[in-house]
Every structure is written in structure tokens, then in C-alpha cells.
């Protein structure tokens, strides 16, 4: 029993069974203050940085004591849970278990840089949190290492930028939110290269909400692989009953929540005018973009009405026509923010990709869509743009320009694929996808004449973004 150092109280007890972990067990039990009276300040301490008594059997480590998974012959742990569930901590956890080796080397990958140190490092469920104080790891963000109290070694990568995963080597893997890395298959086949050292123990944990891409049913189907799944209900002792009411309530029931609260590996709904199959099968890499075969790029706006907590996002997608007559997607920096954050987005991407034109739809902010981006930069082209047509109308040839292979994703846009393929005629159109349609159309559904392209310093002025 982990605790049996501490005293001999919980030796007399049935440990718990289902999802409880032990310490949410005590909280329930009659006993409680008698199992609690008389804990010295190191063993409370032990208490509460032991992770045998803090995790629910489900975020154990499959085959160690109490965990829910037994088998012990595996090399890739799959956590395919919903949002809230504890995934960050259980990876976290599970580094820190590893890192007990000091031959250990760990690889940690997450979706983009600033995610490796804000969440798997320094967030409120990262690694430095699993440590109590005076015995945490040394972080050198500029070398990209971790240095365990052991003396094992952890590298930190960023899943955006798949190059930089050749060379490490390692005998532990954590890989988190993969299915939002948006060069997921990149990313996944450089981290397979790496492990390779000459040990048995060669193990990866994953730890992610699912979306139905290849890497993930690749996963899924190898024989090697544990799947642990949960749901956002599990951890609810945990959270905040606010969260439950303002966050989770609102999408019960739905096919969104379905994804992301019950951790449901969805594929296609019925009725949706884009299928995943359609999207993937004419995916693109980096190595297949040469931006000197665009003959347009453009930078589309779907703006929010209000710039509230509540609102909607401002859908911003960057497209490129190439002289093949083929679209593009590069780029999606889509967001919630105020009108002046959005458009300093937009004029950002405008200058990143050398743009000919920024597109936004006018209907809902008229003019002061055009007003925010001359504001923030009176040089840049902009064509206002008016839905005269409904939005089925004005998709579904967008839609069969994917169907002909014709449009093309550089990369993968999770949460623009998944309103692609959500969204059903008739409902009220998300904001990530009004703007590809935008974008599609302005490129080659119905373009404006090709005018003078604008050449714009790369390097603006600091008062412009």
C-alpha cells in the first residue's frame, strides 16, 4: 500500500474501487478524521505530493498498483479523455514516475512552444507542480531541458515545427493534445525516428482529446497500445462547479460535446457539406508549399458582432491561389478578442504571407470592418465583401472544389476542420468557416480583378501591431 510508511491506519481499510482516488476516498469516509488525526509535516507533505494516492486508478500508470489498465507489455499509453479530466497532470505524473531513472531520457512535445512551458512545465498540472517544494527539476527554457532531481534528462519540443524533432533521442515519450498538433503526422513520424535507444522499456504516453485523425486510429488499431478513456464528469470533484455550469452544461447533449466532454471519437455527421475523408485525402505538407507558384494570397476576415467574453470568435483564414488554379489553405489565427486585437491579427498575417488583399465581410460591422484594418494599417488592400446569397449558397461550391481536390489544407486546422465537418445547412454557420468560404471564393469562386499588388514593409512600424 503507498501509504503504509505513514501510518498504519489505511492497511485496515478496503482500498477504493472504481474512479476514486484514495485521497478522494478519505474525503468520503466516516473515518476520515480519525485515518487523518496525528499526520506528522512530512507525512502530510508525502500526502499530498504522493501520486499513488492522489491519481484515479485511470491516471496510473498501466500495470503499477491500483491503476485501472493491468497490462504491463505495452509501449504506448493512449489517455483519450474530455476536457477537465486531469491529462496534463497525468502526463505530467507519469514524466515524473520515469524520471525516478536517471538513464532516462524524455522527449515532451506539445502543439506549439509557448504550450511546452505554460502547460507540460510550469502550468497548475505541469511537472513543476508534481514536485513538492525544494525538490523540483531545474528548467533551462533556452536550452529546451529539464534536469530531474535523479539526474534524468528532459527535452522539450514543439510539435509546430516537425524539423526540430530530428536528432534527440529518448526512452520516454509524452506527447499532448495531439490531435490539435496541426503537423501531427510530421511531428508523430520525427518522434518515431528518435525512438530508437537500445532498451526494452522504450514507452510513450498520449495524452489528448480525440478527433478522428489517421495518427490517432493509427494508435488506436497497434497492438501495443493501452487506451484509457474518460470523461470530463470524471475529475468533477475536482473542478469548480462553475465550470460544470458555465463551460460543460451548455454543449451536453450535443455532437460537440459528445467530442470533447465524453472524449467520443466522432467522424462524420450526416448532412455536413465537407466529410474528414474529403479534407484528407487532399492534405499537403510544408515540404509541398513553394510560395512562388501563388499568383494570389489573401487574408479573410468573418468578424464577430461584439468583442465580449461571451461572443463569437473572428474567423481570420489565410489562402493562396496557385497557378494550377488549385487553393491553398496556410494559415488559420482565428480568435476572441476586440476589434482592434483582430485586426492587428489580420495585418500580422497580411505581412507574414506578403498578401495581395485582405477580404472582410461586411454585413454585420459595415463599414467598421474596413475602418479597424485602415486604422491599424491605411496602406493595405481590403475588398469588402456582402452575403447576397444564403449560406449554403455560398459554400456548397467551396465545398465542391474539396470534392474535386482543388483545395488543399497545409497541415491540419483542428478546430476548422471540425466546424467544417459539424456544420449542417440550416444551422447558424460558424466563424472559422465563414471565413475560408470567403477566402475560397474570393480566390477562384468568384474573384475580384487582379489589381497593382502592394508591396508592404515586413518590418512595420512598432505602432502598427
Known sequence: MPVSDLTGKLSLLTPPRGKLSWIEYIALHPRREEILHGLTEAQA?????????????????????????????????????GRGFGKTRTGSETVREWATDPRARILMVASVASDVREVMIE????????????????????????????????????????????????????????????????????????????????????????????????????????????????????????YFSDVIAPYEGTRLGRQEILAELLDDTPGALWTRAVIESARIGLVDVRPNMHVRVVVAIDPAVSSGEDSAET??????????????????????????????AAIAAFLRHRADRIVGEVNNGGDLVAANIFAVAPQVPFRAVRATRGKMLRAEPVAAMYEQHRVHHVGTFPQLEDQMCCWVPGEKSPDRMDALVWAVTELAVDPEPVTTRYVIDANPPANWI
Not at 491519481?55 to 483519450?80: C, F, H, M
Not at 532498451?199 to 497492438?223: E, M
Request: proline letters at 9%; hydrophobic letters at 35%; charged letters at 20%.
Open 315 to 344: 474567423g481570420i483564414v489565410v489562402a493562396a491561389l496557385t497557378q494550377t488554379g488549385h487553393v491553398v489553405v496556410l494559415e488559420d489565427v482565428s480568435l476572441r478578442g476586440s476589434p482592434l486585437e483582430w485586426a492587428r
Open 45 to 81: 507533505c508525502r500526502y499530498a505530493y504522493d501520486w499513488q494516492l492522489n491519481g484515479r486508478p485511470a491516471q496510473l500508470i498501466p500495470g503499477t498498483p491500483g491503476a485501472e489498465k493491468s497490462r504491463n507489455d505495452w509501449r504506448y499509453w493512449l489517455v483519450q479523455a
Open 123 to 242: 502550468g497548475p498540472s505541469g511537472i513543476m507542480a508534481c514536485y513538492p517544494p525544494g525538490a523540483k527539476p531545474e528548467y533551462n527554457p533556452s536550452r529546451h531541458l529539464v534536469t530531474f532531481p535523479s539526474g534524468a534528462i528532459g527535452i522539450t519540443r514543439s510539435a509546430d515545427e516537425p524539423e526540430r524533432l530530428r536528432g534527440p533521442q529518448f526512452t520516454k515519450f509524452w506527447a499532448d493534445e495531439l490531435c490539435a498538433w496541426r503537423f501531427a503526422k510530421e511531428a508523430w513520424d520525427q518522434i518515431m525516428f528518435g525512438f530508437r535507444l537500445p532498451t526494452p522499456d522504450l514507452r510513450g504516453v498520449v495524452t489528448t482529446t480525440p478527433k478522428p485523425i489517421q495518427v490517432i486510429k493509427n494508435l488506436i488499431a497497434n497492438p501495443a497500445t493501452v487506451v484509457t478513456r474518460g470523461s470530463s464528469y470524471d475529475n468533477r470533484r475536482n473542478l469548480s462547479a462553475s
